[in-house]
């Protein structure tokens, strides 16, 4: 799918009060900045926002981050929190293979909403279950490691439970159809739209002591 081109995204993003521009500088004082010793959940391709938007508003006791590569993408999750006023959520501007550099041993849950499965054997090394982003979350975890994902792409999620489980990650929740299951889901809007196609979502929770 070709990705538009928003005219002064990066402006726009830098106008808003939800978008950090030097997230680095919050290195390991990410409580600072939210004001308080809250758990902080971090969601990875958080596109147009409408999950972690929702999350917020629903946990107000929870601080969250939300991580897009593209300003494109991330600019349409800021216009959406022009008349909100959320104190417990921000979005960064990055690429997930920095998160090291933003985080130092502070996040208690990871989101991993529908990611690019690059299904090529070549680019396994850049799915976010691979054993280098796995090593990578090591270091951003409070000390327990949790991971909850959603794909509509089998490949993607048989490659993850295989991951999770050979690098110590204990699966505690698996379906293949979590629109038939009772647990409490937040929808993202390319979720709500493939569910309308009929497509199921497989859904993992997996945690590592």
């Given amino acids: 799918m070709r990705l538009r081109n928003v005219k002064n995204a990066i402006e726009k993003l830098n106008d808003s009060r939800y978008f950090i521009k030097n997230p680095k500088d919050y290195y390991g004082k990410w409580q600072y900045f939210f004001k308080n010793n809250n ?5 990875i391709g958080s596109g ?10 629903e946990n107000p006791n929870i601080n969250f981050i939300g991580i897009e590569k593209f300003s494109s993408v991330l600019v349409r999750a800021i216009e959406k929190l022009t008349l909100e006023n959320i104190s417990n959520l921000v979005f960064i501007c990055i690429d997930a293979k920095e998160i090291d550099t933003i985080f130092n041993h502070e996040i208690s849950l990871l989101y991993l909403n529908f990611s690019d499965p690059w299904p090529k054997k070549r680019h396994a090394d850049r ?4 054993l280098s982003f796995l090593k990578l979350y090591d270091s951003i975890f409070v000390n327990e490691k949790r991971i909850i994902q959603k794909t ?3 490949g993607l999620f048989a490659y993850s439970l295989e991951q999770l489980s050979k690098n110590g990650y204990i699966l505690e929740k698996v379906s293949l159809d ?4 009772d647990i409490s889901n937040i929808k993202t809007e390319y979720e709500e ?5 009929g497509f199921k979502i497989n859904y993992l929770e997996a945690i590592k002591k």
């Fill in 39 to 43: 758990p902080i959940h971090l969601e």
């Fill in 48 to 57: 147009k926002g409408n999950f972690l938007i929702n999350k917020a508003k």
């Fill in 127 to 130: 799915r976010l279950t691979s």
């Fill in 152 to 154: 509509d792409n089998i």
């Fill in 178 to 181: 979590l629109a038939n299951e």
């Fill in 193 to 197: 739209k493939f569910t309308e196609l």
